[in-house]
């Protein structure tokens, strides 16, 4: 394992994961390979720019084409998919965006690990493939329930990944991971639209009551997790990768607003998505027997977190004011008029 392909990695967790990877292993190089969609950004990837054993390839995993280039010329043996349509509320409004990366995408990056037989394949999938969980913890074997178009499409993806390491014998490994924050996160999903709208005193469209409870996870410590499952984790085993942090997303708003000296006036409770899973919570005992454990604690990385934001809003402005007031006006418009 020298030459790693990391799909999607112009991404939050990807680009996270790629900077991850060159700092703890002087010996490997890294490609990250992404399309480029409105949550693919080179600027994510700025810190390892001028890094001799890094290389960016802008392509679509579905394209077998531009893949199976890239794999040629980049000499690649791993794969580690983190490409991926990801936000709930987009795959209700455009599910198939979903289903072209989610599933097919990750066919032809099993279909190419299998050509150039790679040592190994990584899938980066997600616990909301369970479904929603009243009480107790997800284990690896328990059924797969998804309740939205994303959850869905990544189910599938994994299945696929399990079909072509039993019929195939490809060497696979597949870590589901928990509500993920951090740094270089595109301001869609809650912590940092949260953080950037309490920034500018604008309101913080609350689904439903708040009540929905959430593992939340630091990035650093979900590429950790990752990184021990890649090198360590059993052929064709899944692995559930949680922080141990559950809050109810209330709890959370609140936390934000009083790290960014807020008032609670800022929320706004708006209309519930449909089909809002009320609570997901993982038991990660299998990958914890492998030697991994969190290094950050909740709130100091959420504290963490906002002092990023804060820090570096030449970062997401541009962002914010470009495709992303349309899908925010699509969104929250109705919904925030009516709260």
């Not at 680009?15 to 010996?27: D, I, K, T």
């Not at 609140?254 to 409770?269: A, E, F, M, T, W």
């Not at 997901?280 to 909740?298: E, H, I, K, S």
Request: aromatic share 12%.
């Amino acid at each position: 394992m020298q030459n790693i392909l990391v799909t999607g990695g112009a991404g939050f967790i990807g680009s996270n994961f790629v900077r991850h990877l060159l700092r703890e292993y002087p010996s490997y190089h890294v490609v990250a390979y992404d399309k480029l969609t409105y949550a693919g950004n080179l600027k994510n990837l700025l810190e390892v720019h001028d890094e001799p054993r890094y290389r960016f390839v802008r392509g679509d995993i579905a394209d077998k084409h531009s893949l199976a280039q890239a794999i040629r010329e980049h000499n690649i043996d791993t794969i580690v998919n983190f490409a991926a349509e990801s936000h709930v509320d987009r795959s209700i409004l455009e599910p198939d965006a979903f289903i072209h990366t989610d599933v097919v995408g990750t066919y032809v990056l099993l279909e190419a690990a299998r050509q150039f037989q790679l040592e190994r394949f990584h899938q980066v999938s997600t616990d909301e493939v369970y479904g929603s969980i009243p009480e107790g913890f997800f284990k690896e074997g328990d059924p797969l329930e998804p309740n939205s178009p994303y959850s869905a499409s990544k189910a599938g993806g994994e299945l696929m990944v399990r079909a072509y390491h039993e019929t195939y014998g490809l060497n696979t490994v597949v870590t589901r991971g928990s509500n993920t924050f951090g740094p270089y996160q595109y301001p869609e999903k809650v912590a940092p639209l949260f953080i950037t709208n309490a920034i500018d005193d604008e309101p913080l469209p609350l689904y439903g009551d708040g009540r929905q409870v959430r593992d939340w996870l630091y990035v650093e410590d979900h590429c950790s997790g990752i990184d021990l499952a890649l090198h360590r984790g059993a052929a064709g085993e899944v692995y559930n990768l949680g922080g141990g942090n559950e809050r109810h997303n209330i709890d959370v708003t609140r936390l934000i607003l009083r790290l960014l000296g807020k008032p609670d006036s800022l929320i706004r409770p708006v209309a519930d998505r449909p089909g809002h899973d009320r609570r997901y919570a993982l038991d990660c005992a299998r990958l914890r027997a492998l030697g991994w454990q969190p290094a950050w604690g909740f709130e100091a990385a959420m504290a963490e977190t906002v002092a990023w934001y804060r820090q570096n809003e030449w970062w997401w402005r541009p962002i914010k004011s470009g495709e992303f007031k349309a899908y925010y006006q699509q969104q929250y418009g109705q919904r925030l008029t009516a709260g």
